[in-house]
């Protein structure tokens, strides 16, 4: 009986403290339950606010990337505006030179037209002195010759004329060409007309010789002038001063 009663016990016990490791093994098992739907509501509320915030930054990411490309196209904008400034400068500098190159080219032509027109004038002006000169000289000649002619005929009449004899000359080859007066070019020289000598034979000489000499106008007046004697070199006062010098 004693056995039985201390089987008993411990088998009570034992079944006790089965019971209780039931009873522990439920609790356990009822508290990780518990522990697991905490850890999925909070999983899950981390995951929600995770994708929020997510959700949240990924917009903040838009907007500034929105604004970062706001920025970049205000910026090319402003380079653009920049250079237009740039270039409008510059070509505003560039007209500015055009403009005053031309002005230059354009005063530089007016100075050299203006010479030009200076150079001219100066050169008609001595044609117009030369031809002048030539004109003035042929009427001194002339009216050289004419009053020696005179002189002639006024001593035809006066009964003072010698019988007509030709100077002797000789025979001087004529140049195909003028040539000029220099001191050693004059060869030939002119015998002087004192105005009773014939008159037409003097001329025809007188023309050989400043044709053998290459005598301008000029020079045969101021020959003519010089070669005159007696009677014939009163004519020389009878001439106006501008002519006789």
Same mark, same amino acid.
């Given at each position: 009986?004693?056995?039985?009663?201390?089987?008993?016990?411990?088998?009570?016990?034992?079944? &006790?403290?089965?019971?209780?490791?039931?009873? !522990?093994? *439920?609790? +356990?098992? #009822? $508290? @990780? /339950?518990?522990? =697991?739907? %905490?850890?999925?509501? &909070?999983?899950?509320?981390?995951?929600?606010? !995770?994708? *929020?915030? +997510?959700? #949240? $930054? @990924? /917009?903040?990411? =838009?907007? %500034?990337?929105?604004?970062?490309?706001?920025?970049?196209?205000?910026?090319?904008?402003?380079?653009?505006?920049?250079?237009?400034?740039?270039?409008?400068?510059?070509?505003?500098?560039?007209?500015?030179?055009?403009?005053?190159?031309?002005?230059?080219?354009?005063?530089?032509?007016?100075?050299?037209?203006?010479?030009?027109?200076?150079?001219?004038?100066?050169?008609?002006?001595?044609?117009?002195?030369?031809?002048?000169?030539?004109?003035?000289?042929?009427?001194?000649?002339?009216?050289?010759?004419?009053?020696?002619?005179?002189?002639?005929?006024?001593?035809?009449?006066?009964?003072?004329?010698?019988?007509?004899?030709?100077?002797?000359?000789?025979?001087?080859?004529?140049?195909?060409?003028?040539?000029?007066?220099?001191?050693?070019?004059?060869?030939?020289?002119?015998?002087?007309?004192?105005?009773?000598?014939?008159?037409?034979?003097?001329?025809?000489?007188?023309?050989?010789?400043?044709?053998?000499?290459?005598?301008?106008?000029?020079?045969?007046?101021?020959?003519?002038?010089?070669?005159?004697?007696?009677?014939?070199?009163?004519?020389?006062?009878?001439?106006?001063?501008?002519?006789?010098?």
């Amino acid at each position: 009986m004693p056995i039985t009663r201390a089987m008993d016990e411990q088998l009570k016990v034992l079944l &006790e403290g089965i019971n209780a490791l039931k009873n !522990g093994q *439920e609790e +356990t098992r #009822q $508290e @990780m /339950q518990k522990c =697991l739907v %905490d850890t999925k509501n &909070e999983l899950k509320d981390r995951i929600e606010k !995770g994708e *929020e915030q +997510t959700k #949240q $930054e @990924m /917009q903040k990411g =838009l907007e %500034d990337m929105q604004k970062g490309q706001e920025r970049m196209q205000k910026c090319q904008e402003d380079l653009k505006n920049t250079l237009e400034k740039k270039i409008d400068n510059v070509e505003e500098k560039i007209n500015s030179v055009e403009e005053k190159i031309a002005l230059k080219v354009e005063e530089k032509i007016a100075v050299v037209e203006e010479t030009i027109e200076k150079k001219v004038e100066q050169v008609e002006e001595r044609i117009r002195e030369q031809v002048e000169e030539k004109y003035e000289v042929a009427g001194n000649f002339s009216l050289i010759s004419q009053q020696v002619e005179d002189l002639e005929k006024k001593l035809l009449v006066s009964g003072n004329k010698n019988e007509s004899k030709i100077l002797p000359f000789s025979p001087v080859p004529v140049p195909s060409s003028p040539v000029p007066v220099t001191a050693s070019t004059v060869s030939v020289k002119l015998s002087t007309y004192d105005g009773k000598t014939n008159w037409e034979v003097y001329k025809t000489q007188f023309s050989i010789i400043s044709e053998a000499n290459g005598w301008t106008e000029g020079v045969k007046a101021c020959q003519l002038a010089a070669s005159l004697r007696g009677e014939a070199a009163k004519i020389l006062q009878t001439l106006p001063d501008t002519e006789s010098g």
